[in-house]
């Protein structure tokens, strides 16, 4: 740590600098390490931590290609259910063999609200 120094000699820390004293602390006073062994815990803790990184920049490429994918899928959904002619309820023309029963209504609802969620 180098924290800054200001009038006074008064040492000002930045957050993630706090954060490191509370888990050195943590692992000091909480687990029972040593200085040492706190030393070496957090200096491993950062290699895992820079590994994951670079494992997270092709897990977010990859991400972001499928959220790109998915979204074309919804917008090809809903130009397909923009593009059905469902009639007025009122209209009467519609006969009774095409209308929807209540629970396929909430069915088809519920998918709606699916693909909105996304």
Aim: charged content about 30%.
């Amino acid at each position: 740590l180098k924290p800054m120094k200001r009038r006074g000699n008064r040492r000002y820390y930045q957050h993630h600098e706090v954060l490191l004293i509370r888990r050195i602390r943590e692992l000091l006073y909480d687990q029972g390490f040593t200085i040492s062994g706190a030393r070496n815990r957090l200096t491993d803790s950062a290699q895992v931590r820079a590994d994951m990184l670079q494992g997270n920049e092709s897990q977010l490429a990859y991400d972001e290609a499928l959220e790109e994918v998915e979204a074309a899928e919804m917008s090809a959904r809903i130009t397909t259910v923009a593009m059905l002619d469902v009639p007025a309820a009122g209209d009467p023309s519609l006969s009774k063999s095409s209308t929807l029963s209540a629970d396929q209504v909430r069915r088809e609802l519920i998918s709606i609200r699916s693909l909105l969620a996304v």
